[in-house]
Each structure stands twice: as C-alpha cells, then as structure tokens.
C-alpha cells in the first residue's frame, strides 16, 4: 500500500497570502489528522477529520481550517499568513480514528516558508 | 490527554541497548501509551504503543510500571540508524486522535 502522501512538498509565500495544503491518506483509511511542527513550539495538533467532519480540534486561530472529501482525502488551509506560520505540516491517517486499535502513519510533510 | 516528561537527551553507544524514559504520572485509566520517533525532517515513525502490559516487537520493547505512571522504550541494539528524537505520548482510547507531543528526548547513538 502506498503511504500518506502531502503536496506540495515545499512552498514559499509572502505574508498575507493564504496557502491550501493537501494530504491523501492510505487507501481505506478514514481518520485524517493534521500538526504543525515548529522549532520553537515542537509538534501541535491542529485538526482531526473523520467521515467529512472535523472531531477534534486544537488550539489555533480560525485562520487555520481544513476540510475532507468523500475519498477521505484533506485540505488544510491557512489564510492572511504570518511570518509565524512558517512551519513543517504533517498529516497522518489511521482507519478509524481509535487510539489505542490502531496507529496513525504520517506523511513526509509540507515545508511551508513565509516571507 | 495527559502530559509527559521525558529527559531532553541520551546518549548510547551502537550495539548497546538504548533505555528512554517517560514519566507520565497523570494517566487515567483508559489512555495508552504510544512511542514514535522522528529521524531529521520525515514525518513521525510509530514504534510500538500499550495500556498496562509489556509489549514487544520487531523495533522495541516497551515497559510499563505496574501504577503506570512511567514507561521506558527499549531499543535493544541501536545503531547508528536509530539517532533521531523519539516522542513518548498518551491518548484516550476513544474521540479519535487528538495528540499532544511533548518535547521528545533526542537520542544520539555514537560509533
């Protein structure tokens, strides 16, 4: 099976500009789960989708959103950037969503740059 | 989900056993224990995860004191491969995936 795949890999914006991610999880896999990973805040749970609604959320302004397709796939968008926003973005997915069942699988992740 | 304390850095000589520590002493009782790893900019690797066993597998094994409040990942031999920051964290069993990541300890495995 093919692992959990992000595009674009790399990306370079300037501030104020707004940015759409992609994520496509393993095939069957519903749980789809987005993480910001900074050096100086490590890694932070953005979001969690499950069957096109978005479960779980974690603490960040509503410039950050996401959205799923039927075929489970994600967006992730983040609008009006900041400098702040530069940041490696992960995805991962599991099939249902229940820790402790399973395991999520991360993809290689986006390397957002602002500027 | 519960917060975790793990040191910032080991070392560990290659062929050696590498023993990482987590402290977790707020776990309730239906929150796993799960460890991953991350080797320089790829995404998280999941290692093995548990809710009050020991377990085993073809990466490590993971120890579980008996109040499970702390754990220990152990990487039996490691070598040079196995350098990179390794991520101890707990999840309830049910709500879906909402993970929160510590700070890790980075693991150097010296030659």
């Known amino acids: 099976k093919a692992g959990v795949t992000q595009t674009p890999r790399y990306l370079i914006k300037t501030r104020g500009q707004q940015v759409t991610l992609s994520c496509s999880p393993i095939?069957?896999?519903?749980?789809v789960s987005w993480y910001q990973q900074t050096p100086g805040q490590g890694l932070q749970f953005l979001f969690e989708?499950?069957?096109?609604?978005?479960?779980n959320k974690g603490n960040f302004p509503g410039r950050f959103s996401g959205r799923q397709f039927s075929n489970s796939r994600s967006e992730m968008n983040v609008s009006t950037l900041e400098l702040g926003d530069s940041a490696l973005y992960l995805c991962?997915?599991?099939?249902?969503?229940?820790?402790?069942?399973?395991?999520?699988?991360f993809g290689p992740g986006t390397r957002l740059l602002v500027l | 989900d519960a917060k975790t304390t793990q040191p910032t850095s080991m070392d560990c000589a290659e062929g050696r056993a590498a023993n990482l520590p987590c402290n977790h002493s707020?776990?309730?009782?239906?929150?796993?224990v799960y460890w991953y790893r991350q080797i320089h900019s790829q995404g998280p690797q999941y290692i093995i995860h548990?809710?009050?066993n020991n377990e085993t597998n073809e990466m490590a094994s993971l120890i579980i004191t008996e109040d499970r409040k702390s754990s220990t990942l152990i990487l039996p031999h490691a070598t040079l491969r196995d350098t990179a920051v390794y991520y101890c964290?707990?999840?309830?069993?049910?709500?879906?995936?909402?993970?929160?990541f510590g700070a890790g300890t980075r693991l150097f495995v010296k030659a």
């Open positions: 991962a997915s599991s099939l249902w969503g229940h820790p402790g069942q399973e395991t999520q699988y």
């Open positions: 095939s069957g896999h519903r749980s």
């Open positions: 989708y499950f069957s096109e609604t978005q479960r």
């Open positions: 707020t776990i309730s009782g239906n929150e796993y």
């Open positions: 548990g809710l009050k």
């Open positions: 964290i707990v999840r309830v069993v049910t709500g879906g995936f909402k993970t929160i």
